[in-house]
């Protein structure tokens, strides 16, 4: 199993940026596929990226293509979720989730076993 810890979260006005962060401890993220969901008050989970290095797959939403980028440093167990050109929809809480790096698909919330408590985006106009 995995612990997962999130930071990097913050207030930033549109048009910036914000790195997140996802720590593990436990076992190694290389073992897993991890994704980053979001979620705004009164709406569903939403997927936003996933990476699975296993299998050398990257996904991103429609949402997020071209401004965000996912990326892992296996030396340091974290998973990073880099945001530009942040936009006020951005504003959600943002998890970050683990699972079988052999699912096939990184999009859906059942592939994932393990979640982070999120951390905060507000992106303000």
């Known amino acids: 199993q995995v612990q997962l810890v999130e930071s990097g979260g913050g207030l930033v006005q549109a048009g910036g940026s914000l790195r997140l962060s996802c720590a593990a401890s436990?076992?190694?993220?290389?073992?897993?596929?991890v994704g980053w969901f979001r979620q705004a008050p009164g709406k569903e989970r939403e997927f936003v990226a996933g990476?699975?290095?296993?299998?050398?797959?990257?996904y991103y939403a429609d949402s997020g293509k071209g401004r965000f980028t996912i990326s892992s440093d296996n030396a340091k167990n974290t998973v990073y979720l880099q945001m530009n050109s942040l936009k006020p929809e951005d504003t959600a809480v943002y998890y970050c989730?683990?699972?079988?790096?052999?699912?096939?698909?990184?999009?859906?919330?059942?592939?994932?076993?393990?979640w982070g408590q999120g951390t905060q985006v507000t992106v303000s106009s």
């Open positions: 990476i699975s290095e296993r299998v050398g797959r990257i």
């Open positions: 989730a683990a699972g079988s790096p052999y699912s096939l698909t990184l999009s859906s919330v059942g592939a994932y076993d393990y």
């Open positions: 436990g076992r190694t993220f290389s073992r897993y596929a």
